[in-house]
């Protein structure tokens, strides 16, 4: 136990049972991290990729520096992403949507198609139970 406390996230996780679709062995194909920690990420090369829809961008907004690749249909994600990161595999790749199980799915996706490098957003762009969010931390946004 983590300070007396184990969310229940936690310890289906450590058990190994599948959460929001991967189990243990999937989840540490990549990594997650708040907005603050992929701040300091994005400052590397790499690509920055916003999984929600144009439409919700522009209300919304979205991070400075990130492209936009919404999270659709696997095939062609995969596809796009691997386009945009020059056919590099081991390239830095920071992953983003709304409230983080989007972009979890997705760094699934892309580590069991062999992208070596991919972190999740956990709190997202609008926040969740992991965090605020990129925006409420006050993060650039464009």
Known sequence: MI??????????????????GCTLADHARYEERLSPDAFELIRAPGLFIDLREASERRQQGSPRGSISIPYGFPDSFVARVEAAAGHDRAAAIVLICRAGTNSRMAADLLASRGFTNVTSVSDGFGGSSHGPGWKAWGLPVE
């Open 3 to 20: 300070e007396g406390r184990l969310s229940a996230t936690s310890l289906v996780v450590a058990m190994g049972l599948p959460v929001f």
